[in-house]
């Protein structure tokens, strides 16, 4: 039997338009995340506080003022996308690519703490002691600071995926619940929840999403788990 036959077409979309989108949003947040990461962990500058106070923000303002925030700044006529549009034809409102920007924006801080934290906790005197040998700084960070902190970056993008799997409030709100174009399994969910007889598809995409978490998890352990056995 087919593992996908118990699945509607609606379902099997939410499926893996939200792996599509979690997995976009972490690949282009993951680079951005590493280096506000590092210049967190590693500079003290005027404004780090208001820095760190921004980039957390969407872990305690609700979901839909960052999706309504989204909007006024990034649909086609917004403060920022009307130039996107006018210049290079791109409108991110109510289209998937809105949805990957919607996640990335809220994992972000998730990322970004994780990542922090493992540069945190490698002792500066190594970096240093590397310096003083002559190795630039440059390569400092590529063959002593990053292998380091492998599984705090696998962590933060653990913790990024399975954010972005999840996200639902400023997702609805920036790009609305568009069945083939912005349906997560979220926004699936709700859409089922709120239709006769549909429960037993929500339970479906309930367990598909516990199913792709642990599948996460388990895969970020086994990696950090590999990754001490070589260090």
Not at 36 to 42: G, K
């Amino acid at each position: 039997m087919n593992l996908f036959s118990a699945f509607s077409p609606q379902e099997l979309t939410a499926i893996f338009l939200s792996l599509k989108i979690a997995s976009v949003a972490v690949i282009l947040a993951l680079p951005f995340s590493i280096g506000i990461a590092w210049l967190l962990a590693r500079k003290n500058f005027w404004g780090k506080n208001l820095l760190n106070g921004i980039i957390h923000l969407p872990l305690v303002l609700p979901p839909v003022v960052i999706g309504f925030l989204l909007l006024i700044s990034m649909a086609k006529k917004g403060l920022i996308g009307q130039y996107l549009w006018d210049w290079f034809g791109i409108s991110l409102s109510f289209s998937w690519k809105g949805a990957v920007l919607a996640s990335i924006v809220m994992a972000f801080p998730l990322m970004v703490r994780s990542i922090r934290l493992a540069f945190e906790a490698i002792d500066p005197k190594l970096e240093q002691a590397a310096r003083t040998l002559g190795a630039n700084p440059v390569k400092v960070f590529f063959t002593l600071t990053l292998p380091l902190s492998f599984s705090g970056i696998i962590a933060g993008a653990v913790l990024g995926f399975a954010r972005s799997l999840g996200e639902f409030g400023a997702t609805i709100t920036f790009v609305s619940n568009i069945p083939n174009e912005t349906q997560t399994i979220p926004a699936a969910l709700y859409t089922f929840i709120e239709t006769p007889n549909g429960e037993m598809a929500a339970a479906r995409l309930c367990l598909v999403a516990i199913a792709i978490s642990l599948v996460a998890l388990f895969a970020s352990e086994w990696l950090a788990q590999r990754q001490q056995k070589y260090r």
